[in-house]
């Protein structure tokens, strides 16, 4: 299982980024995909999680992220918008399960620097 993320950046207070992750030797529809961020000194966390049919998000994330799949690009992509500060983190996508939070199944891909800064 090979997870490729991509999309991070540099973007002011209120602004949007679209995180990519895309699959490799493995079709994506099979497995659950989610996105997790760690900021400096804190843990990492989970924000969104994409089963076959249905979405979840943490709730600091919740009105502005949306987690999408497109199986035939086998990619699934974190639309971020009304950005703040805190968001600032490295974004990973990784295969993902749901329970009081989201949590990781154990595949992850490389993070993505997501910084939010006027």
């Known amino acids: 299982v090979q997870l490729q993320a991509s999309g991070g950046g540099l973007v002011q207070p209120g602004g949007s980024l679209r995180l990519s992750c895309a699959a490799s030797?493995?079709?994506?529809?099979?497995?659950?995909i989610g996105w997790f961020r760690q900021a400096p000194g804190k843990e990492r966390e989970g924000v969104s999680c994409?089963?076959?049919?249905?979405?979840h998000y943490a709730d600091f994330v919740k009105g502005r992220f949306t987690i999408s799949r497109d199986n035939a690009r086998n990619t699934v992509y974190l639309q971020m918008n009304s950005l703040k500060p805190e968001d600032t983190a490295v974004y990973y996508c990784a295969t993902c399960g749901v329970g009081d939070s989201i949590y990781n199944t154990g595949y992850w891909g490389q993070g993505t620097q997501v910084t939010v800064s006027s």
């Open positions: 994409i089963l076959s049919r249905t979405t």
């Open positions: 030797k493995f079709a994506l529809d099979y497995y659950a």
